[in-house]
């Protein structure tokens, strides 16, 4: 079946520390991939996405690269702020009548 | 403003009651969805819909029921049958054309049963 592992939280980085999530997947065919953030007490709000292989989403400074060859999608960021803190979750999505398939997310928690 | 709206906020029921999850929308999209979230657990999948008067159960089906008489709307009963009914409950919604892939969500709703 389809599923997406993601690197154990929490994860505590003083601010402007470079971010790594990892995140693999394993699915049928070809998926597309996301990232999602939820800050506290509030739904995910898309973070980012790549609908194909070396494809680079990037958004708010944040980056990630869809690597097929290594069935891998990290997230990375040159230097988080504490406004960064929340949960991420990696997503991944076969075709468009499927539901998207979740990590079980990161907690990330930046400390000025 | 286009969005999905979840009300109420917070819920609070005694254990044996049946409770109904309000979720709508106004993106015109096809499909709706259902999650739970747990503590450490990520997004579980409850129920989804891809068009009116039809839907399918997701992974944690039991305990819950849901209708879609209208697309805009996608309502969830927590039973009592549902044992562990406490959690953040939240709705999502996408459209199903070919190449648009993302879900957007609610804001959740967090229920206590006491």
């Known amino acids: 079946g389809n599923s997406v592992t993601q690197m154990e939280g929490p994860v505590t980085l003083s601010e402007e520390a470079f971010l790594t999530i990892n995140c693999t997947y394993t699915a049928t065919g070809y998926p597309s991939l996301f990232w999602y953030v939820q800050y506290p007490g509030e739904g995910l709000q898309l973070l980012l996405k790549?609908?194909?292989?070396?494809d680079k989403g990037s958004n708010k400074g944040f980056e990630a690269t869809y690597r097929k060859e290594t069935t891998s999608f990290h997230l990375e960021k040159g230097s988080v702020q504490v406004s960064d803190s929340a949960v991420y979750f990696c997503a991944l999505r076969v075709s468009g009548n499927t539901p998207l398939v979740f990590g079980k997310g990161t907690r990330l928690s930046v400390i000025a | 403003d286009g969005g999905i709206t979840q009300s109420p906020k917070y819920l609070f029921r005694k254990e044996g009651q049946n409770v109904t999850l309000s979720c709508e929308q106004n993106l015109n999209h096809d499909a709706m969805y259902w999650y739970r979230q747990d503590p450490g657990q990520g997004l579980r999948l409850i129920y989804y819909?891809?068009?009116?008067?039809?839907?399918q159960k997701g992974d944690i089906a039991e305990g819950y029921s849901v209708s879609r008489e209208k697309k805009e709307s996608f309502p969830l009963t927590v039973t009592s049958a549902q044992k562990n009914p406490t959690a953040f409950y939240l709705c999502?919604?996408?459209?199903?054309?070919?190449?648009?892939?993302?879900?957007?969500f609610g804001p959740g709703t967090r229920l206590t049963v006491t």
């Open positions: 819909s891809q068009i009116v008067n039809d839907f």
């Open positions: 790549a609908t194909k292989a070396d």
């Open positions: 999502a919604s996408s459209p199903l054309e070919r190449g648009t892939y993302e879900q957007y």
